[in-house]
């Protein structure tokens, strides 16, 4: 997140895509896929926050001429995590290779990605009462900081000034962040899920995906 970070600050891209290199290097080979994997949701998350003028003022009080363009800021992303992506290669074939060879996780098995339930009550729980929920998805952070986001999108949604609009804006991209990470995590009880799970590379080869929910505190952090 700090690499990618710089790789938006204006004259800072090259030392962005160092640090990218480096991060992603030693998370490839950490020998732990599904964090490998989850990874690239994260990182998506917080450039969505980047490019966002709205969410961006938020993550950092810089003026507006203190970032790159948009396209160098994603081009310097890009070749940082794909240099050392480019240097795993001959590692992560063996390892796909290795689950290939093991018990269910060659992929493509619906009960196996799905034997892990994590429902809207988990949800919930995780937010506001731990012990109800199903321990591998928590995300709880503290009943304090839940009440202090709370009145702070109560403030923001009921000011009407200038500044208010921008928070608000912000408010709606969490929103949604959050909205599509927890469709995800609720698995076969999510059509999101089902796409992934048919569609997107690699997806159907892990499981209990109520995991991922490690990615939104970044996001809340915010808050």
């Not at 790159?68 to 800021?73: H, K, Y």
């Not at 839940?146 to 009921?158: D, K, N």
């Not at 608000?168 to 799970?197: H, K, N, Q």
Request: with cysteine; hydrophobic share 50%; glycine share 8%.
């Amino acid at each position: 997140l700090v690499g990618t970070t710089l790789c938006f600050r204006r004259r800072q891209w090259a030392l962005g895509a160092v640090v990218c290199f480096v991060a992603s290097y030693c998370l490839l080979t950490a020998g732990y896929p599904y964090f490998a994997y989850y990874s690239q949701f994260l990182v998506g998350l917080w450039i969505l926050l980047l490019l966002c003028p709205a969410t961006r003022r938020t993550v950092s009080r810089l003026p507006d001429d203190a970032w790159n363009n948009s396209l160098l800021s994603l081009g310097s992303v890009a070749a940082g995590c794909g240099t050392a992506l480019v240097c795993c290669l001959s590692y992560l074939r063996e390892m796909k290779l290795m689950l290939a060879a093991t018990t269910d996780r060659q992929g493509g098995d619906w009960g196996y990605g799905t034997a892990h339930d994590w429902s809207v009550v988990d949800v919930l729980g995780s937010l506001i009462y731990p012990p109800r929920a199903c321990t591998e998805g928590w995300y709880f952070f503290g009943v304090s900081a839940l009440v202090l986001m709370g009145l702070f999108a109560w403030e923001q949604l009921t000011d009407r000034s200038e500044n208010a609009l921008y928070q608000r804006r912000f408010l709606m991209v969490v929103a949604g962040l959050w909205i599509i990470l927890t469709l995800i995590t609720l698995g076969e009880s999510s059509p999101l899920f089902y796409v992934l799970w048919k569609f997107y590379p690699g997806f159907s080869s892990l499981r209990a995906w109520s995991r991922m929910n490690i990615t939104l505190l970044p996001v809340l952090a915010l808050l």
